[in-house]
């Protein structure tokens, strides 16, 4: 029996009263923001917990986004693609393959962006594919965290910034969200507001609005792990890069000798300077939302660094010789806890039939290898929950099975998700409709007029009919022996199951 305490009731102050609040600043919370705005929303307000913007992607030092393109095409644009146009005007502060390489497939071009994970295209498939140049973007997070301030402030007349406010309790009316309930160092206080997109990434308000929801992803998933992300400066990623192709058992070797001295898997990725990296970690099933995992992710983590840089320095002087502790990530890595059960359950099937979505607010080339990482559908319904009214949940959490979350809640899905919730907030409160009853294709038509691809979408068709002509005529990725896997695999069972998944 858990001890327990009856707080007593008392009158709050109301802060503010808005039409749309975001709660959660990461990269679907300031999407959605930015988005609302410029799709004419007047009245909003962000509120996050840390003193910047990013979440993950700034706080947490997770400093890159893979498969932004597929052949020749970048799907992912947007919002997503504004940060790097945006932050290329910095020297040093991106690294990856500009848009117009993305799909050239000669050796020459290529080589160059080997060492750099996930630049260059895996190719394949019996020679139906040769490696081509992939839009996959390195970024400094320092240099994000000011983007993204200035982004807001571009929209400084409609957009109110509350930083250091830790949203608490939705306010409901019966099954409506009404505003949020906050604390900070003013105390306790509210917000109401017409539209709540929920963007905490772990389900802060949803899980207490009355939407169902699930918990950690699938065990085997890099999704149920939380990490500390740290850099390590002084180093020569090039002669690392080098020493991996001409000791590749040496490199198994490296890698399971990390693990054993980390106690948890560790590895050294690219960073957007050749002399820093960042060392990404996985601690295994744990619940970022359980402050003893979240400790104890953050203790065992900074307890290994010092071991970690000795033993690489060893392992492979000719890169980590002058190696050192350059900083740590000031916020935990958190992956995935609570996942939205929304209107629609997104799946691996999505991936391997293409599955096709009306309500579709992003189509997005991912890290899925059943379709060759191609485009996939994200509709609407699941960043809409059942159950409440007036309540969009973009971000990490969206509803998707314990498996395909792992290859939908990335940065770029999330500034995509954020971006669609920002505009569908926006039609909303414009048309005095709900978040469930909202014109979902004048939404789709102002993320096409926001640099969205968007299939099916008459508009977008009239300007690129290239995309739709790439899918078609590379069958939407379906041509892998993953995918015919895949299919006779969920046809059988039902759903995949972990023991699929592990080929991955
Ligand atoms: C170590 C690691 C490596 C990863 N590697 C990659 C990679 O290489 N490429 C990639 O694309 N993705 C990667 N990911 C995934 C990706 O970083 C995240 O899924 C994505 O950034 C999440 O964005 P989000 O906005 O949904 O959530 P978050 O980034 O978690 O943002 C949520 C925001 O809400 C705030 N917040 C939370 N609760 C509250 C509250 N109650 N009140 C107020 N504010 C609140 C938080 O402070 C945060 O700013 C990685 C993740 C981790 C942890």
Request: net charge negative; hydrophobic share 40%.
């Amino acid at each position: 029996m858990i001890k327990t305490y009856r707080e007593p009731g008392r009158e709050i102050p109301v802060q503010d009263e808005c039409d749309i609040l975001i709660v959660g600043g990461g990269a679907a919370g300031h999407s959605a923001a930015v988005a609302a705005a410029r799709a004419g929303a007047k009245n909003i307000v962000i509120m996050e917990r840390y003193g910047y913007m990013g979440g993950d992607a700034t706080g947490g030092y997770v400093i890159m986004v893979p498969n932004l393109s597929w052949y020749d095409k970048s799907f992912v644009r947007g919002i997503q693609e504004e940060w790097f146009t945006r932050l290329e005007k910095i020297p040093g502060a991106v690294r990856g393959p500009s848009l117009d390489k993305i799909g050239l497939t000669d050796p020459a071009l290529i080589h160059p962006w080997k060492a750099i994970h996930d630049c260059v295209s895996r190719g394949g498939y019996g020679g139906a594919k040769p490696s081509c140049l992939v839009r996959a973007v390195y970024f400094e997070p320092n240099q994000l965290k000011i983007e993204m301030d200035k982004m807001l402030l571009e929209h400084k007349e409609a957009i109110r910034v509350q930083y250091h406010s830790w949203g608490t309790r939705p306010i409901m009316d019966g099954n409506t969200i009404k505003g949020i309930i906050y604390e900070s160092k003013e105390g306790r206080k509210a917000i109401f507001a017409k539209i709540v997109i929920d963007a905490t990434g772990d389900g802060d308000i949803f899980s207490q609005a009355g939407a169902p929801y699930e918990s950690m992803a699938d065990k085997i998933t890099r999704a149920c792990t939380t990490a500390l992300v740290w850099r390590i400066g002084g180093i020569n990623y090039d002669a690392y890069y080098e020493w991996q192709q001409a000791h590749p058992a040496e490199m198994q070797a490296l890698r399971a000798g990390l693990q054993r001295v980390a106690g948890f898997r560790c590895i050294p990725l690219p960073s957007n300077q050749n002399d820093i990296c960042w060392i990404n970690n996985w601690h295994s099933n744990r619940d970022c939302t359980v402050v003893k995992d979240q400790s104890e992710t953050e203790i065992n983590t900074r307890n290994t660094m010092r071991d970690v840089l000795e033993y690489l320095r060893e392992a492979v002087p000719t890169a980590f010789r002058n190696a050192y502790l350059y900083d740590i990530a000031p916020q935990l890595g958190t992956r995935c806890s609570r996942r939205l059960i929304g209107e629609y359950v997104m799946t691996p099937e999505d991936f391997a039939f293409a599955n096709q979505h009306d309500d579709v607010i992003a189509w997005h080339s991912t890290i899925c290898q059943i379709n060759d990482c191609g485009p996939v559908e994200i509709p609407y319904r699941c960043i809409l929950p059942r159950n409440v009214e007036n309540l969009i949940c973009p971000g990490r959490h969206l509803s998707a099975d314990g498996i395909a979350i792992d290859w939908l809640n990335l940065i770029p899905q999330c500034v995509g998700t954020g971006q669609a919730a920002g505009v569908a907030a926006a039609v909303a409160v414009a048309d005095s409709s709900t978040a469930r009853s909202v014109n979902i294709r004048k939404v789709q038509d102002i993320l096409v007029d926001q640099d969205v691809p968007l299939p099916r979408n008459a508009k977008f068709e009239a300007k690129d009919p290239s995309y739709r002509q790439c899918v078609e005529e590379h069958e939407y990725g379906l041509y892998t022996d993953k995918a015919k896997m895949a299919k006779e695999y969920l046809e059988k069972h039902g759903a995949m199951g972990a023991d699929f998944f592990q080929g991955f």
